[in-house]
């Protein structure tokens, strides 16, 4: 498969374009960027053609990976998968619902595979982890604390425009929500709790099996609380998502894999465009509680 990737972010120079060059699977066609200069010294580092002109990538690739903003992403997603390309995109989604609409309209009209890459979900840890919970049932209440330290600290990502106006409710809430909805079900009820120091914000979820769970989320968090906490109470037990020992660059790759499979099978994926714009509706019920 020839995969082309959209942005030449910290997020893209980091992990999507060294997990592609490395990829033995795929071949790593080309990048695309809205910096002309930051697009030919990425496609430069890893021996690849720097695209101007996004349509003629489309044109060249059979799929490609997005590690843009969600406004962005998403009207670029739709038109990718209307160029015939396989999609292998970033959290959120989109900035909204009708723009995750849009998306999953396009794939699912054109047939193309998608995959949304939620890091959490493809760590071999994790992944067994959630799989083995939501096989229990009689689960009666959870919590998810995703604490981030992004603008507490010297991040890359501090600086994202997005991520200062959307807070960690859009930047780590797809991660928690990507854990409790397999586990839990899907949410029937969304409520606000109110805002917490800087971006901080809490949420409560109500899912149809019943379960509750509360959600606090934040990029401000002191760099010595910042983590990631997710603890399920049930039938069951006590049960607690386990660290994992596997990075974003080892999970991304694992997401590439993801995405040959749904494309040479067909079956869509879990964590497909379908299930990012679940999350999206999800996060936009939330946020406009909070306003």
């Not at 160029?83 to 959290?91: M, N, R, S």
């Not at 799989?131 to 919590?143: I, K, L, M, Y």
């Not at 991660?175 to 805002?195: E, F, K």
Request: proline share 6%; with cysteine; charged share 20%.
């Amino acid at each position: 498969m020839r995969i082309g990737l959209l942005g030449t972010g910290p997020w893209a120079r980091m992990v999507h374009a060294p997990a592609l060059s490395g990829h033995e699977k795929v071949e790593f066609a080309g990048v695309w960027g809205r910096r002309p200069d930051a697009t030919a010294e990425l496609a430069d580092a890893h021996g690849t053609r720097a695209y101007e002109d996004v349509d003629i990538l489309f044109a060249d690739v059979d799929a490609v990976a997005i590690a843009l903003p969600p406004d962005v992403q998403a009207p670029l997603a739709e038109r990718a998968a209307r160029a015939g390309c396989h999609l292998l995109l970033d959290k959120p989604l989109a900035a909204t619902v009708a723009q995750g609409r849009a998306v999953v309209d396009a794939a699912r009209e054109t047939g193309v595979a998608s995959v949304v890459f939620l890091t959490t979900r493809f760590q071999p840890e994790t992944e067994t982890w959630i799989a083995e919970q939501a096989d229990r049932a009689g689960w009666f209440t959870a919590r998810a604390d995703w604490l981030g330290a992004v603008f507490t600290t010297d991040s890359p990502f501090a600086a994202s425009p997005w991520r200062r106006e959307k807070g960690g409710l859009w930047d780590v809430g797809p991660h928690a929500l990507s854990v409790l909805l397999p586990v839990l079900g899907d949410v029937r009820h969304v409520a606000a709790a109110g805002h917490g120091p800087g971006d901080t914000s809490h949420v409560i979820l109500e899912h149809v099996g019943g379960a509750s769970n509360t959600l606090t989320l934040s990029l401000t968090a002191p760099p010595e609380a910042a983590g990631a906490t997710v603890e399920l109470r049930g039938a069951a037990g006590v049960t607690a998502l386990p660290a994992s020992s596997a990075g974003a660059l080892a999970a991304f790759g694992r997401a590439v894999d993801a995405l040959l499979g749904a494309a040479r099978t067909g079956k869509p994926h879990a964590c497909d465009a379908g299930f990012g714009l679940r999350v999206t509706e999800i996060l936009a019920a939330a946020h406009a509680l909070l306003q």
